[in-house]
């Protein structure tokens, strides 16, 4: 390896995420390209973020890879994750600092269940750092955020995966079928041109859709066991309530935004394949909604995001349209459980091509240096859709925005969303 590579523990530490533009530990298994690992070698992991759903990345995602490290800054979910970890990984540790974990040389993947406001700050870092990324949804909390990450993991020549699997895996929540067939249907033109998608109660979106703040919190004291400060990081710094963390954070726009930021990805990234679109993001969106609160997340009634071509996406939260299709185009729709008003639906369909096939395994994106099917690009993408939405939604108005620059038209206030400030030290 290149001295100048080389850099201890301590200096690491002592250095902000900002400075470390020029510092990359390589993995072993890319200084002999993608053939040097021998079959056999086990690839190695961390978590960073070891709550409600950091539990589920330590016992039982990505377990082919061999758990090296688990981070939080919360000492009881750190025992419990340690405890769990132990079980199958006897010499696992236990870390307070991310930056500890990506310090270390033998770690080739780190996986981010942190809450949102990190996940970029921490991605970046990782890949500055030389490790392939497995990230939460959102990607990012910002427009701006998810703009670094991907430049970040083109600059480091980064593997990046994004925990929402609906566009090439399961049923895709109330609809009963997989999106495969969907897609199919769309791309060979059976529905027509342009389409209309309705995300309503009856294909599940009502989900966790009253994930909102308080605004009612009093200062408490900090818990011994958590370093609340480091749990804020780059977030604005506000009094300590149980309220602000954990399972509850969502409700803070600080951190995420309500059930639609924590849920959002899952429901319209999706969609986004479906339609053809991950190269491309709307050109408007609206949001009927109550008057935000600065600090806590409330409610949403309607959010339509509309594109250049005529698509439109609609997330009903009031589920006032309730027999609206899933999808629906001037030559038919499709609804839960592909329903269609097209004749003899079935049949044409069978006789049309598949959509292309998706690399599905993250193993083995690593190991090839190929782009997983959801990376940070189209994942970019689709988390754009969900902070379109939250901005409509924050400001209470039809917002119009440029997809190429990825910036709001002629709107100011609305663009303070693309960048928002960060606490120092930590910065992008």
């Not at 959102?138 to 970040?152: H, K, L, N, Q, W």
């Amino acid at each position: 390896m290149n001295k100048r590579h080389l850099f201890t523990r301590r200096d690491f530490l002592k250095t902000s995420i900002a400075s470390l533009t020029t510092l990359m530990i390589v993995p072993r298994r890319v200084l002999g390209g993608p053939g040097f690992d021998p079959p056999s070698e086990v690839l190695t992991r961390a978590v960073i973020g070891t709550g409600g759903m950091g539990m589920g990345h330590v016992t039982g995602i990505n377990t082919t890879c061999k758990l090296l490290a688990v981070c939080d800054v919360d000492q009881l979910h750190l025992d419990q994750a340690l405890e769990a970890a132990r079980k199958a990984s006897p010499d696992v540790k236990g870390y307070r600092d991310f930056r500890e974990v990506l310090a270390r040389k033998d770690i080739d993947i780190v996986h981010i269940p942190t809450p949102p406001h990190w996940h970029a700050l921490i991605s970046i870092a990782a890949a500055k750092a030389g490790k392939d990324i497995w990230c939460e949804k959102p990607m990012s909390r910002t427009i701006g955020e998810g703009e670094a990450v991907v430049a970040a993991i083109k600059e480091y020549k980064r593997i990046f995966r994004l925990n929402t699997w609906f566009r090439f895996q399961s049923n895709f929540y109330g609809m009963e079928t997989r999106v495969q067939p969907i897609k199919k249907a769309v791309m060979n033109g059976m529905l027509g041109w342009p389409l209309k998608v309705t995300l309503n109660a009856t294909t599940g979106f009502d989900w966790k859709f009253n994930w909102v703040g308080r605004t009612d919190l009093t200062p408490q004291a900090v818990p011994p066991n958590l370093d609340y400060d480091m749990w804020l990081g780059p977030a604005p710094y506000k009094f300590y309530h149980p309220h602000r963390v954990h399972q509850t954070f969502r409700g803070y726009w600080d951190y995420d935004g309500g059930g639609l930021g924590d849920m959002g990805q899952h429901y319209l990234d999706p969609v986004q394949y479906i339609l053809g679109k991950d190269e491309e993001s709307p050109i408007e969106v609206e949001a009927e909604a109550p008057k935000q609160d600065l600090d806590a997340v409330s409610t949403f009634r309607r959010i339509r995001v509309a594109f250049k071509d005529g698509c439109e996406i609609i997330l009903d939260g009031e589920n006032r349209d309730t027999d609206a299709a899933f999808i629906q185009g001037p030559n038919g729709y499709i609804k839960k459980g592909m329903e269609s008003d097209i004749p003899d639906f079935e049949k044409k369909l069978a006789s049309f091509k598949d959509p292309e096939p998706q690399l599905t395994d993250f193993v083995e994106a690593v190991r090839t240096r190929k782009k997983f099917a959801l990376n940070e690009q189209n994942g970019h993408r689709s988390c754009t859709l969900v902070n379109l939405a939250k901005t409509a939604w924050q400001t209470g108005r039809v917002l119009h925005f440029d997809p190429k620059k990825q910036r709001f038209i002629n709107d100011k206030d609305a663009n303070k969303y693309i960048h928002q400030p960060m606490r120092g030290p930590w910065k992008i």
